[in-house]
Structure formats: structure tokens, C-alpha cells
């Protein structure tokens, strides 16, 4: 899902993907000059019962912009969501943008007044967290999952932890594995973000050993 802009997001899938919607519902659009446009930041389909969202939360900017309230209103639509669907197997996956806790950033210092930190965007994140939504990676793997492309970032590992599978609590019982591949960030031409990888103890039509990867 992605417009003429630097934004979109996608699901891949080995098996059928049913009931497939492009963004939240009621989610608020932003534009610097004219009319918001809802953009491609949420897609999601159904694979085997479970309700996968592939998300790309706002960035926010800086503090007092006009897109860190985008960013704020945002969140707050998708915990709107999250609490509609907390009785379903649903994951939230994808860059929040946030980093939740002191040691999800090199540095609160380098980070002093900054977006990604800030205390109402953490208020945001626990408030999906309150919603009935885990944080699943957390209890398997610590470290970081974006490294900024600029000033050597990744060599020196000044990185942030801003990657989440969010699960609802009926999946979070089926997980069974989680992990931060940070082997990624040091190959050819790399993302600046790594892969987080979760797996859930599902029984379906492709039963093997082989990862689901999202």
C-alpha cells in the first residue's frame, strides 16, 4: 500500500490472505499546505484467523510540530482500534517511531528534547500497551533495531530500539519464539532498520519448519 510519497507498507505471505483493508479506520491524514491525505501508514489482511497489521507510525518531527500532534492523534486512532479487536488473535506490526523505554536509545542525552522520547509519545505507546496489547519481543531479545545511516551510527552501535510486534492477548498466549536479527544491518547495501522476527505456535495449511517472516 504506497502513494507518491516515501511512506507505504506491504504483507507478504505464503498463504492465502483474506479480507485485506488499506488504513485504520477514521485514520487522520496530514499535509503541510492544502487538504490532509490520509496516508500509507496501515494495511492489513486475515492469514489463518489471525489479523496481521503492518504499520508505519508517523515520525513526529520535533516537538511542537504540527506532525507531532499528527503523530499523537495517530496512535491514539490506533489504540481506538486495538481495543475494538482485543477479543481477536490481531498483531500490530511495524516502526512506532517510539522509543518506550531510557535503554531503547544510546543516549537520553543526545536525545534531550527530541521526538521518538518525548513523555507524551511514551504516554501513547503504554496507552496501546494498556489497551491489552504485549509488547512480545521484549521477554525473548533485547537490543536495538534501527541504526541512523549518518555519523557512524551503526559502527559505534548508537542505535534505537523502535521496531514492535504488538499481539493482542489471545495471540501473545501463542507465541513461542522472538528474535532482533541485527546480523542485517551489517550487510550490502542494508536498511537502516533489522528485521524482528516472532513465532507463533499456529497449526496451518504450510505446517513445517520453515519461518514466517514479517
Known sequence: ?????????????????????????AQPGY??????IVEARAMSAEVEGVRLWSLYVPNGR???HAHYDYKLEWLRVLRDE????????VAYLGDYNIAPLDHD????????????VSQPERDAFNALIGA??????????????????????????EGMR????????????????????????????PSDHVPVVVDFDLETELDDDRPMIF
Not at 31 to 36: F, S
Not at 82 to 89: I, K
Not at 105 to 116: D, L, R
Request: charged residues 25%; without cysteine.
Open 105 to 116: 536509545v544510546w543516549s537520553m542525552a543526545a536525545f534531550e528534547g527530541s521526538t521518538h
Open 162 to 189: 523502535i521496531d514492535f510486534a504488538l499481539t493482542t492477548s489471545a495471540l501473545t498466549e501463542l507465541v513461542s519464539d522472538a528474535r532482533i536479527d541485527r546480523d542485517e544491518r551489517s550487510g550490502d547495501s
Open 132 to 157: 491489552g496489547l504485549t509488547d512480545v519481543v521484549r521477554d525473548y531479545a533485547e537490543g536495538y533495531t534501527y541504526w541512523d545511516y549518518k555519523a557512524g551510527r551503526w559502527q559505534k552501535n
Open 1 to 25: 500500500h504506497g502513494l507518491n510519497q516515501w511512506n507505504g507498507v506491504a504483507i507478504a505471505s505464503r498463504l492465502p490472505m483474506t479480507d485485506v483493508r488499506r488504513d485504520l479506520p
Open 62 to 64: 520535533e516537538l511542537g
Open 82 to 89: 486495538a481495543v475494538r479487536a482485543s477479543d481477536q488473535l
Open 31 to 36: 499535509a503541510n499546505t492544502g487538504d490532509p
